[in-house]
């Protein structure tokens, strides 16, 4: 996925995050590059890129599998569904989990086992925390390097892609901080939206608080 990425101009990531009462829920996140198939394809035909090894389709999903099969070890995590269409390029994930830290915990531990690098600060960052009724957002630093590592040809592309944000609750919602985000009318999901460029000049702009309405007893 991270060759993709890295080869993409035009990209719509959606993060689907659903949250419970109890702190379990559901996370969903959805890569399409249909837009960038013909580029994807050429690429792919070649034997390297940049001095680098291009990966055959059959390499790259086996390495998706790979994950997948991660992720379905990890503690606390259930659920797991991933969707792949090689044709048009595009990618859905889907897993359940007790709660937000073994969420976290769970993406780290992948993202460690994957990577090349020894040392990965930006893993210890705190993407999402849920307490009192108040739920805080940001994107994972992680996504941020991936985005900000992209040349600057393609950077300047990824104008027209799409980031989208959603955060689901049981509860209705009270108010919501990040002045870009949209309250659906049951006052129960947030959706925030901006485009891969701007999030890389400013990674903050997804970043958001969440006030759910107090239950009284």
């Not at 993409?8 to 659903?18: A, F, P, R, V």
């Amino acid at each position: 996925m991270t060759l993709f990425l890295s080869l993409t101009s035009c990209i719509e990531i959606i993060d689907d995050l659903s949250i419970s009462g109890d702190g379990s829920g559901t996370f969903k996140y959805h890569i399409n590059l249909s837009s960038s198939k013909i580029k994807i394809n050429s690429i792919l035909a070649l034997d390297s890129l940049d001095g680098k090894k291009v990966p055959s389709i059959a390499e790259i999903q086996s390495r998706a599998d790979k994950i997948v099969k991660q992720l379905k070890e990890q503690n606390g995590i259930t659920n797991v569904v991933f969707d792949a269409n090689y044709t048009d390029f595009i990618f859905k994930v889907t897993c359940d989990f007790n709660n937000l830290n073994q969420l976290q915990s769970a993406i780290v531990n992948v993202i460690k086992s994957e990577s090349k690098e020894k040392e990965m600060p930006e893993l210890n960052h705190t993407w999402v925390s849920f307490s009192q009724n108040t739920l805080k957002r940001s994107v994972p630093q992680i996504t941020i390097k991936k985005a900000q590592s992209i040349n600057k040809n393609d950077s300047d592309l990824l104008k027209q892609g799409s980031y989208t944000s959603i955060t689901r609750f049981e509860k209705e919602i009270e108010r919501i901080e990040n002045e870009n985000a949209n309250l659906s009318k049951n006052k129960k999901a947030v959706m925030i939206r901006t485009d891969p460029y701007s999030l890389t000049q400013n990674p903050h702009l997804l970043d958001n608080m969440i006030y759910l309405v107090k239950t009284t007893n």
